[in-house]
């Protein structure tokens, strides 16, 4: 699976987009990009994800470059309680090992009032 | 629907005890997962199974056991703990083992070994 480069940290404003990047240069066809996020002490939760279109739900938009090295994800309306460390993810569609997610570092987002 | 539930919650052993960590879904999902996570790291895979009767080992298997008792539970075993299986455990669902699926995770099982 390609790997993924993500700032440590981050800071929003309360109220404010929050616009986390993501590089995955050596990305390839069948690699889909996902998002997950982990809140302190809790289990990762699913945010979303995309293939090469961007892509929107009721958490957020991701939005992937045309050449797919890079996406954005986008938590429109930022609240304290996004607050967490967010994980970009590159999964290949011919993973074998068993649907693994592999997790790097992320970026711990702080959303400040 | 309480989705992914994990027992216990906190757990203390000393060196070369043993113990189950517990894991069960109420989603009907056909696949489960453990995973580990150390302070201040991402999430490792440590076994998985695709599917009832069957598991297979993740990236860091060494020292753990696993059994799918069922659909809907899977437990993660140590049979004699070490200090550097010191961690947070965390079990995780999906509706089938593949690529687009989303893996749904408890709240984690927080194990010290001393």
């Known amino acids: 699976d390609a790997k993924t480069t993500q700032p440590p940290s981050m800071d929003c404003a309360e109220g404010r987009a929050a616009n986390l990047p993501c590089n995955h240069s050596t990305i390839s066809g069948n690699e889909y990009v996902y998002w997950y996020r982990q809140i302190h002490s809790q289990g990762p939760q699913y945010i979303i994800h995309?293939?090469?279109n961007n892509e929107t739900n009721e958490m957020a938009s991701l939005i992937i470059t045309e050449d797919r090295k890079s996406s954005t994800l986008i938590l429109p309306h930022a609240t304290l309680r996004d607050t967490a460390v967010y994980y970009c993810?590159?999964?290949?569609?011919?993973?074998?090992?068993?649907?693994?997610?592999?997790f790097g570092g992320g970026t711990r987002l702080m959303v400040k009032p | 629907n309480a989705g992914v539930t994990q027992t216990p919650k906190f757990q203390v052993l000393k060196t070369g005890q043993s113990m189950t960590l517990q894991c069960a879904q109420d989603?009907?999902?056909?696949?489960m997962y453990w995973y580990r996570q150390d302070p201040g790291m991402g999430l490792r895979l440590i076994y998985y199974?695709?599917?009832?009767?069957?598991?297979d080992k993740g990236e860091v298997p060494n020292g753990y056991n696993v059994s799918r008792l069922n659909k809907r539970e899977f437990s993660l075993r140590l049979e004699s703990a070490a200090p550097s299986q010191t961690s947070v455990y965390f079990c995780?669902?999906?509706?089938?083992?593949?690529?687009?699926?989303?893996?749904?995770f408890g709240p984690g099982t927080r194990l010290t070994v001393l």
């Open positions: 199974s695709a599917s009832e009767g069957t598991t």
């Open positions: 995309g293939l090469k």
């Open positions: 989603m009907n999902h056909n696949s």
């Open positions: 995780a669902s999906s509706a089938v083992a593949g690529v687009t699926d989303t893996q749904y």
């Open positions: 993810i590159v999964r290949s569609r011919y993973n074998n090992a068993g649907n693994m997610l592999t």
